[in-house]
């Protein structure tokens, strides 16, 4: 049975009682009850299959809580921050997974239901590391392994709780805050995602093309494994340790550097330093850089520029469009900035792991923010000749569709009446009439029923066969001759003959940034 079965009855008592929002913040952390179930199970198993004692088992399901929730610790009082960041990871993806469905089960959630939930998950975060302390304590003369501080752990498990239960709030309010958030800062946000992303998809594929590069270096360290099980460790480390080396070549994509103790690495130098007997670090370059791995600049340059030309038709005004490309650039220098506190560390005798956040964050910050304000500045130009064109082009068919059906001779016979008169004021002076994209009002469609009814009945021809009327084209002529005197209700009321569902096809409409391409905002 899934988690949101479970919790469904729970969560829908007395939506704005107390007992609903205890139920809730329970809901909401069960994934922290089950994280730690799937830990004792793991290292349950992995005692049987090493036959070894169950002495330790509390007190290794205690370390890994810890390490779960990014806290640091230290191993016979050697600092070890750098830990590995995919279990964090996998684990605030559950918890906003899980926030998400408990506030998707209350009818109409709000702020308090919200509030539940993260208060729940945090705190029984809090009282699981609380205990996990404890336990490492009164195992200290037999187990090497602690938290490096008691108030550090709990700053780091509340903080993982609350980013993980946080994501999950924001991904089920998102579509309200539409109503709140004004076009740019939204567009801001997604765009400063997108770089985000971006960056972090630059660095993937450049640590994935050295290990490849330096496969055989990454050969030779897996056989110190010495078997399956040592060879699986080895593995399963690399792969827990990948998001760390992603974000530190992330760093190196736009221009700044990463280190790790002595060693230093960037696009354009290399310092050697000693290095750690993992296959990942087998994977670090040994020389200077070639000139291709110089050419990443180049690429993420590029990738910005393709970014911010794809979102300019989601903007109005240039001023809206370079103020979220500039929100999107500050998004990436914050994450740039955080990225060593996150995914570094110290790591025993070898010493600081880590990014120079600062310069790459003040590069990040000019490389997203001019490249991409000025490629969405002029392609939102080209979008708004474009929207003028279109709009000018539709006023004109309205002209000529006026001109050929909406008036009638003098009698003098100088021709149709202005256009001016056949429209009335209120469709001319509607806001956004004239807007890409506007939609016609809905009492400018007669239904079938009305519009048969205004018709005339055909007259009988004499013959067994009705007159049919002829169609009107778009010059005021017929295909074959007029008839002497217009007749009445001949033409249904406000509907323009030549305007066809194929003259909006030109038009550019607006995109909101969090719906599909092609809604209007």
Same mark, same amino acid.
């Given at each position: 049975?899934?988690? /949101?079965?479970?919790?469904?009855?729970? &969560?829908?008592? =007395?939506?704005?009682? !107390?007992?609903? *929002? +205890?139920? $809730? #913040?329970? @809901?909401?952390?069960?994934?922290?009850?089950?994280?730690?179930?799937?830990?004792?199970?793991?290292?349950?198993?992995?005692?049987?299959?090493?036959?070894?004692?169950?002495?330790?088992?509390?007190?290794?399901?205690?370390?890994?809580?810890?390490?779960?929730?990014?806290?640091?610790?230290?191993?016979?009082?050697?600092?070890?921050?750098?830990?590995?960041?995919?279990?964090?990871?996998?684990?605030?993806?559950?918890?906003?997974?899980?926030?998400?469905?408990?506030?998707?089960?209350?009818?109409? /959630?709000?702020?308090?239901?919200?509030? &539940?939930?993260? =208060?729940?998950?945090? !705190?029984?975060? *809090? +009282?699981? $590391? #609380?205990? @996990?302390?404890?336990?490492?304590?009164?195992?200290?003369?037999?187990?090497?392994?602690?938290?490096?501080?008691?108030?550090?752990?709990?700053?780091?498990?509340?903080?993982?709780?609350?980013?993980?239960?946080?994501?999950?709030?924001?991904?089920?309010?998102?579509?309200?805050?539409?109503?709140?958030?004004?076009?740019?800062?939204?567009?801001?946000?997604?765009?400063?995602?997108?770089?985000?992303?971006?960056?972090?998809?630059?660095?993937?594929?450049?640590?994935?093309?050295?290990?490849?590069?330096?496969?055989?270096?990454?050969?030779?360290?897996?056989?110190?494994?010495?078997?399956?099980?040592?060879?699986?460790?080895?593995?399963?480390?690399?792969?827990?340790?990948?998001?760390?080396?992603?974000?530190?070549?992330?760093?190196?994509?736009?221009?700044?550097?990463?280190?790790?103790?002595?060693?230093?690495?960037?696009?354009?130098?290399?310092?050697?330093?000693?290095?750690?007997?993992?296959?990942?670090?087998?994977?670090?370059?040994?020389?200077?850089?070639?000139?291709?791995?110089?050419?990443?600049?180049?690429?993420?340059?590029?990738?910005?520029?393709?970014?911010?030309?794809?979102?300019?038709?989601?903007?109005?005004?240039?001023?809206?469009?370079?103020?979220?490309?500039?929100?999107?650039?500050?998004?990436?220098?914050?994450?740039?900035?955080?990225?060593?506190?996150?995914?570094?560390?110290?790591?025993?005798?070898?010493?600081?792991?880590?990014?120079?956040?600062?310069?790459?964050?003040?590069?990040?910050?000019?490389?997203?923010?001019?490249?991409?304000?000025?490629?969405?500045?002029?392609?939102?130009?080209?979008?708004?000749?474009?929207?003028?064109?279109?709009?000018?082009?539709?006023?004109?068919?309205?002209?000529?569709?006026?001109?050929?059906?909406?008036?009638?001779?003098?009698?003098?016979?100088?021709?149709?009446?202005?256009?001016?008169?056949?429209?009335?004021?209120?469709?001319?002076?509607?806001?956004?009439?004239?807007?890409?994209?506007?939609?016609?009002?809905?009492?400018?469609?007669?239904?079938?029923?009305?519009?048969?009814?205004?018709?005339?009945?055909?007259?009988?021809?004499?013959?067994?066969?009705?007159?049919?009327?002829?169609?009107?084209?778009?010059?005021?002529?017929?295909?074959?001759?007029?008839?002497?005197?217009?007749?009445?209700?001949?033409?249904?009321?406000?509907?323009?003959?030549?305007?066809?569902?194929?003259?909006?096809?030109?038009?550019?409409?607006?995109?909101?940034?969090?719906?599909?391409?092609?809604?209007?905002?």
């Amino acid at each position: 049975m899934s988690p /949101p079965r479970v919790i469904r009855p729970a &969560a829908n008592r =007395a939506p704005a009682g !107390a007992r609903s *929002l +205890l139920w $809730t #913040a329970a @809901a909401a952390a069960l994934p922290v009850i089950v994280t730690v179930l799937v830990l004792v199970a793991l290292t349950l198993a992995l005692l049987v299959f090493s036959a070894r004692g169950f002495d330790s088992l509390f007190a290794v399901v205690a370390v890994e809580w810890l390490v779960v929730n990014r806290v640091p610790l230290t191993v016979d009082a050697v600092p070890l921050g750098f830990l590995p960041l995919l279990p964090p990871l996998l684990y605030m993806a559950v918890l906003a997974r899980q926030t998400r469905a408990v506030l998707s089960d209350i009818e109409q /959630p709000g702020p308090r239901e919200a509030g &539940a939930a993260v =208060a729940g998950v945090t !705190a029984a975060g *809090l +009282l699981l $590391t #609380a205990l @996990a302390s404890l336990l490492v304590g009164s195992a200290a003369s037999d187990f090497a392994v602690r938290e490096a501080s008691l108030p550090v752990a709990l700053l780091w498990t509340a903080t993982v709780a609350v980013v993980g239960s946080g994501l999950g709030v924001w991904l089920y309010f998102r579509r309200d805050l539409r109503e709140i958030l004004p076009l740019w800062v939204r567009g801001g946000i997604h765009l400063g995602t997108a770089f985000v992303a971006a960056t972090w998809a630059i660095g993937t594929l450049l640590v994935l093309v050295g290990l490849v590069g330096a496969w055989e270096p990454v050969g030779a360290v897996m056989e110190i494994g010495k078997g399956v099980v040592g060879t699986g460790a080895l593995t399963a480390i690399s792969v827990a340790y990948l998001p760390n080396v992603v974000v530190a070549a992330a760093t190196l994509a736009v221009g700044g550097e990463a280190h790790l103790g002595e060693a230093s690495y960037s696009v354009f130098a290399v310092s050697r330093g000693p290095m750690p007997e993992v296959p990942l670090a087998a994977a670090l370059p040994t020389t200077d850089p070639h000139w291709v791995v110089q050419g990443l600049l180049l690429v993420t340059v590029l990738v910005a520029a393709a970014l911010a030309r794809s979102v300019a038709h989601w903007f109005r005004t240039t001023a809206d469009a370079v103020k979220a490309s500039w929100l999107g650039a500050v998004i990436v220098a914050v994450v740039i900035s955080v990225s060593p506190v996150v995914a570094g560390g110290e790591l025993g005798v070898l010493g600081t792991v880590g990014t120079g956040s600062l310069i790459a964050a003040g590069t990040a910050l000019a490389l997203f923010g001019v490249i991409g304000s000025a490629t969405i500045a002029l392609s939102l130009a080209g979008l708004t000749r474009r929207r003028e064109k279109a709009a000018s082009d539709l006023e004109r068919r309205r002209r000529r569709a006026g001109t050929a059906g909406g008036g009638e001779p003098d009698e003098v016979g100088e021709g149709p009446a202005p256009v001016e008169e056949s429209l009335s004021e209120p469709d001319r002076d509607e806001p956004g009439h004239d807007e890409p994209g506007h939609d016609e009002p809905d009492d400018r469609e007669p239904d079938d029923d009305e519009a048969a009814a205004d018709r005339p009945e055909p007259v009988d021809a004499g013959a067994g066969e009705a007159v049919e009327d002829h169609a009107i084209d778009v010059d005021g002529g017929s295909s074959d001759a007029p008839p002497e005197e217009p007749v009445p209700g001949d033409a249904v009321p406000g509907r323009e003959p030549d305007e066809a569902p194929s003259d909006r096809a030109d038009e550019d409409p607006d995109e909101d940034p969090d719906e599909a391409p092609g809604a209007a905002d």
